[in-house]
């Protein structure tokens, strides 16, 4: 039993490992975009911030992540098989260069292994339907504080010059950067703490209140520390559908679109809601490029993105489903 709890607790933090590479767009798209950093200082800039992140946020993701589904049902099978839906479809995703929401693929995934084990009943559906909620009004959220903090900018900025404009948000995008970071960090890296932790439940190493009391410290650090490493590792194919694949962005429009992603991600995790940040600053992007013209924001790359956000949470179950079946069927315990 320590043996596969220590398997699945290295195949959670290969999660996070991927998570952090898988997402690390979504951090330094725009201030690689913008060519503020090269790839190299900004990878490390945004690793810095995401592991920091814990000093700043209670784990009130990382607790609301397993409750997702019922205690009586999770196991270790349950959650090696979310992990490994997650993991595929990261990985396919990654492949294809699209930004889909590594979140939303391990709560797809986790949930689908419980379908698979104990039904639909297994789930907590208030809670998923809350966290589904959140699929549509994080992107809206981004982009319609991107468009605001855009109009605002032009309006206080508009009179100056070029020069000073691009010099000054230059700077700024270091700040915005940080502060997107930091979300991310305080945000994703608590899933994969949710994940961890209800493996230790369900093996008798933590009692079923451990959420209330706290996330051990170890798999705190060890999460935010996988997560950080993914990042510096960084997921160039999607850097670029990001930072010029959906609009093309000046250092002021990199700096709104992080500002606002990051204004849109403190406000899910104090609410203890898990967000796609992929979603959050993808829609931040769109909101900042339509303020200039629609016609700057490049749909047919968003329409890619939204058909990979719809399909997210169902395939990764599908996979997930699967894994959970192909074990119980090679005789290991569900």
């Not at 690390?24 to 911030?49: E, H």
């Not at 798999?219 to 490493?229: D, K, N, Q, Y």
């Not at 899910?268 to 700057?296: F, N, Q, R």
Request: glycine letters at 12%; one cysteine or more; hydrophobic letters at 55%.
């Amino acid at each position: 039993m320590l043996a596969a709890l220590i398997a699945v607790i290295a195949l959670a933090l290969l999660f996070d490992f991927v998570n952090g590479l898988h997402d690390s767009a979504n951090s330094i798209a725009t201030v690689v975009s913008t060519r503020v950093l090269s790839p190299r200082v900004a990878v490390v800039w945004a690793a810095f911030f995401n592991f920091v992140a814990f000093l700043l946020f209670e784990s009130t993701v990382a607790s609301n992540i397993a409750h997702g589904v019922k205690a009586s049902v999770v196991s270790l099978t349950v959650v090696a098989g979310g992990l490994v839906g997650a993991l595929v479809w990261d990985v396919l995703t990654w492949w294809m260069a699209l930004p889909s929401s590594s979140s939303h693929a391990l709560l797809g995934g986790f949930a689908g292994a419980a379908v698979a084990k104990a039904g639909v009943g297994s789930l907590d559906l208030h809670f998923l339907g809350k966290t589904a909620l959140f699929i549509v009004l994080s992107p809206v959220l981004g982009l319609l504080l991107g468009g605001a903090t855009m109009r605002l900018l032009m309006a206080l900025f508009g009179g100056r010059s070029p020069r000073f404009v691009d010099r000054t948000f230059r700077r700024g995008q270091l700040i915005s950067a940080a502060l997107y970071s930091l979300g991310h960090g305080g945000n994703d890296a608590q899933k994969t703490m949710g994940i961890i932790t209800a493996a230790l439940i369900a093996t008798g190493h933590l009692s079923r209140h451990a959420h209330d009391r706290g996330i051990p410290l170890w798999v705190v650090l060890s999460c935010h520390a996988a997560m950080a490493l993914g990042t510096m590792t960084g997921g160039w194919r999607i850097v670029r559908t990001l930072g010029m694949g959906v609009a093309k962005l000046q250092p002021v429009g990199g700096f709104a679109a992080e500002t606002s992603g990051a204004i849109t991600l403190f406000i899910a995790t104090e609410l203890g809601i898990p967000v796609s940040t992929t979603h959050t600053i993808a829609g931040a992007i769109m909101g900042v490029g339509s303020v200039t013209k629609l016609s700057a924001v490049r749909w047919g790359v968003a329409g890619r993105m939204l058909l990979a956000w719809l399909l997210t949470i169902p395939c990764a179950g599908v996979i997930s489903a699967l894994a959970f079946l192909l074990a119980t069927l090679l005789g290991i315990p569900g």
